[in-house]
């Protein structure tokens, strides 16, 4: 713990605490900053009573751009420089499958961002449903292309793809369209379209960046996300194969215990890398509003890691007050701001 300083020195770090930090509903939300985001970076940097700054990294479940794109949007929105050393998004962790499989089917996102995001991570065969649509325009009745999806989608015989997994990215901008075709390819012949498996039983995996059912966005009410999208997904495959069929369906990002592990890795060379400190931390703070995801997460790494992750619920986001978390937290606060004041007063 540093000594206190005055007025405000910068140059001490805190080295037995950092900060974790959900996105959405916690420092943004609708792509705008909540009002305590801005105050609550400062603090980090050492605006606090004790000029200290506070190591700190981000981990959100959503996604969609490179690690470098969503650094670059938070910067701005938190009016600070953000690093992608220090952040982490969710189809970050997807970046160790690239090696495993040949030719994947990537669900989600702005057009061909997820591709490139894919293609950046090392997958060296990455297909999207544009693709799919361009080949063969009957797959989606009701989805047309746009002249520049048409001119951005890839040239494919399907008839020589074998898809040997799907990897839903970040959030369908078509769920129709999207689910559509993650059907056609579970109810396969081994991931070829076009194809009907008899028993379906040979779909190949399908990973989806998290699981969360809503977030919350710029609508007072939480919105559909892409747990949401598996489950209809799930659904339907179970009501067209009459129950019989055999899906492998997994789920990256928060609460995954292997998501919060893959956070402490990145944690620690942030903290060694920018900071100059080795070894692991006391205590992880970790600011979140979705029980279900940042509360439960938190809760089950605690049980296994050497920090002590101590879980923050804030009432900005999906968390409603006044409800009982199905998650219970080590404390509720208002806001960010409170977050981090109250991890402050708890070390000093
Ligand atoms: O799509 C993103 C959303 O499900 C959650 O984002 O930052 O709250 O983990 P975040
Ligand atoms: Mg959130």
Request: glycine share 10%.
């Amino acid at each position: 713990i540093p000594t206190p300083i005055s007025p405000i020195d910068s140059s001490v770090v805190a080295d037995s605490f950092v900060f974790a930090f959900d996105i959405d509903g916690v420092l943004v939300r609708g792509g705008r900053p909540i009002p305590e985001a801005i105050e609550t970076m400062k603090v980090l940097d050492g605006e606090n009573e004790y000029g200290m700054k506070i190591p700190h990294i981000f981990l959100t479940n959503g996604g969609g751009k490179t690690e470098e794109e969503r650094c670059q949007d938070l910067s701005r929105q938190l009016q600070r420089e953000i690093k992608p050393g220090q952040f982490i998004c969710g189809h970050t962790p997807m970046r160790e499958m690239a090696g495993k499989y040949g030719t994947v089917l990537v669900v989600g996102g702005e057009g061909e961002k997820c591709r490139h995001v894919a293609e950046g991570y090392g997958f060296r065969d990455v297909v999207t449903p544009g693709d799919i649509i361009k080949h063969n325009a009957a797959t989606t009745p009701f989805r047309k292309l746009t002249p520049e999806e048409l001119a951005n989608s890839r040239d494919r015989d399907f008839g020589e793809v074998v898809i040997d997994a799907v990897f839903v990215f970040a959030d369908s901008r078509d769920w129709a369209g999207d689910i559509q075709i993650m059907l056609d390819v579970a109810m396969s012949q081994g991931g070829r379209l076009g194809t009907r498996s008899e028993a379906f039983d040979e779909g190949p995996p399908f990973y989806f960046s998290h699981n969360d059912v809503v977030w919350s966005a710029a609508h007072e009410h939480v919105r559909l996300g892409m747990g949401a999208l598996r489950r209809m997904f799930e659904i339907t495959f179970e009501d067209l194969t009459g129950g019989k069929g055999e899906l492998h369906t997994h789920a990256f990002g928060k609460p995954q215990v292997s998501t919060f592990e893959f956070a402490e890795r990145l944690m620690q060379t942030w903290r060694s890398s920018e900071h100059g400190i080795s070894g692991p931390p006391q205590t992880v703070y970790f600011v979140g509003d979705t029980p279900e995801s940042d509360i439960r997460g938190t809760n089950a790494i605690n049980d296994v890691a050497d920090s002590d992750w101590y879980s923050i619920l804030v009432k900005t986001g999906v968390y409603q007050d006044g409800t009982e978390p199905t998650y219970k937290p080590r404390a509720t606060v208002s806001n960010v701001l409170d977050a981090v004041n109250h991890g402050i007063q708890r070390e000093m």
